[in-house]
T-cell receptor
Framework: KQEVTQIPAALSVPEGENLVLNCSFT??????LQWFRQDPGKGLTSLLL?????REQTSGRLNASLDKSSGRSTLYIAASQPGDSATYLC??????????FGKGITLSVRP | DTGVSQDPRHKITKRGQNVTFRCDPI?????LYWYRQTLGQGPEFLTY????????KSRLLSDRFSAERPKGSFSTLEIQRTEQGDSAMYLC??????????FGSGTQLSVL
């Protein structure tokens, strides 16, 4: 059974800082991994999908990496802004492509 | 808007009442998922449809829960005899094989 862990649960940084959010998963037989953003009381917004054949995927100031052998993925956010404040969740697929989520990391970027 | 649409956004009900939520997926997506999320937790899988067939149900989905996806288009999730423990955000997602899943804005259920 896939288990996804995100530590720490919360993070507070000053504006402009580069930061890394970590995600670990127990079953390395995954074909992709997806990162999401969730604002309070809202649904999930897909940020990046990284395929198992890729090592990295980039979108704007976001960069996700995937290391299946170590069971880890990271989401790098460059030059953080207050608008980046949200909860970031990673999710790994299992059978039928159903996703197993971590509990998320709540990011606060201080102006 | 061609995203995943969920209705209603919020639902307040009394314990014991039945509620029904609707999800309209992105039209070309053959896969549809329902998830439930409580405060401080990641979403938990409830059930999955491929086209109109319900292929998997979580053990979280008690007999009071039923989901349908007639004609492989929109889906409904019904909860009968609601309990306070059913209070959560119910999220719908759609996608195609091995591609991104797209989520709706969710239905926030409060059972009083």
């Amino acid at each position: 059974k896939q288990e996804v862990t995100q530590i720490p649960a919360a993070l507070s940084v000053p504006e402009g800082e580069n930061l890394v959010l970590n995600c670990s998963f127990t079953d390395s037989a995954i074909y992709n991994l997806q990162w999401f953003r969730q604002d309070p009381g809202k649904g999930l917004t897909s940020l990046l999908l990284i395929q198992s054949s890729q090592r990295e995927q980039t979108s704007g100031r976001l960069n996700a990496s995937l290391d299946k052998s170590s069971g880890r993925s990271t989401l790098y956010i460059a030059a953080s802004q207050p608008g980046d404040s949200a909860t970031y969740l990673c999710a790994a697929p299992g059978a039928n492509s159903k996703l197993t989520f971590g509990k998320g990391i709540t990011l606060s970027v201080r102006p | 808007d061609t995203g995943v649409s969920q209705d209603p956004r919020h639902k307040i009900t009394k314990r014991g009442q039945n509620v029904t939520f609707r999800c309209d997926p992105i039209s070309e997506h053959n896969r549809l998922y329902w998830y439930r999320q409580t405060l401080g937790q990641g979403p938990e899988f409830l059930t999955y449809f491929q086209n109109e067939a319900q292929l998997e149900k979580s053990r979280l989905l008690s007999d009071r829960f039923s989901a349908e996806r007639p004609k492989g288009s929109f889906s409904t999730l019904e909860i009968q005899r609601t309990e306070q423990g059913d209070s959560a955000m119910y999220l719908c997602a759609s996608g195609r094989n091995n591609e991104k899943l797209f989520f709706g804005s969710g239905t926030q259920l409060s059972v009083l």
